[in-house]
């Protein structure tokens, strides 16, 4: 079973590798900042399925995600860090290599990156969809590696 940095190595090569495709191919115009966002997604998605057990991966994904909720705190953005902060402890509730291992979860664990920006603030669905397919593309490479190793 491959440790976090092949997960994120994997993460970094299959994401990086598939925006700068979609840029290429013009599939895509995005800002760098939109594009450091999405492979950001990417990796934090790739290290998602390994929070369920105490791991480096675990410590990285929760520093990572405890500096979000701060400076979403900081910013007074309560009901963006108390969201977080609930589907941070989500994989919690299973076994290491349960639920979070599953290709269903891949599917289902990203959607709130579509469905709570509609329910907040009216975005439509196509605007959060590549936040939703980086995180996918992210989830699925650790699948794979973890399937292949």
């Not at 309560?78 to 349960?98: D, N, Q, T």
Request: aromatic share 12%; charged share 10%; proline share 6%.
């Amino acid at each position: 079973m491959p440790g976090y940095k092949a997960h994120l190595a994997g993460g970094a090569a299959v994401s990086g590798g598939a925006l700068g495709g979609l840029l290429y191919c013009d599939i895509i115009s995005a800002s760098p900042l939109t594009l450091a966002a999405l492979f950001s997604v990417a990796l934090l998605a790739t290290m998602f399925p390994d929070t369920d057990t105490e791991s480096k991966g675990q410590n990285l994904f929760y520093a990572i995600m405890a500096t979000v909720d701060v400076v979403l705190i900081l910013n007074k953005e309560y009901e963006w860090a108390a969201l977080l902060g609930l589907f941070a402890m989500l994989p919690a509730l299973g076994k290491h290599r349960g639920w979070t291992h599953s290709w269903w979860a891949m599917l289902i664990v990203p959607l709130p990156l579509i469905l709570l920006p509609m329910a907040f603030y009216h975005t439509p669905w196509e605007a959060s969809m590549p936040f939703y397919l980086a995180a996918v593309t992210g989830y699925g490479t650790h699948l794979v590696l973890d399937a292949l190793f």
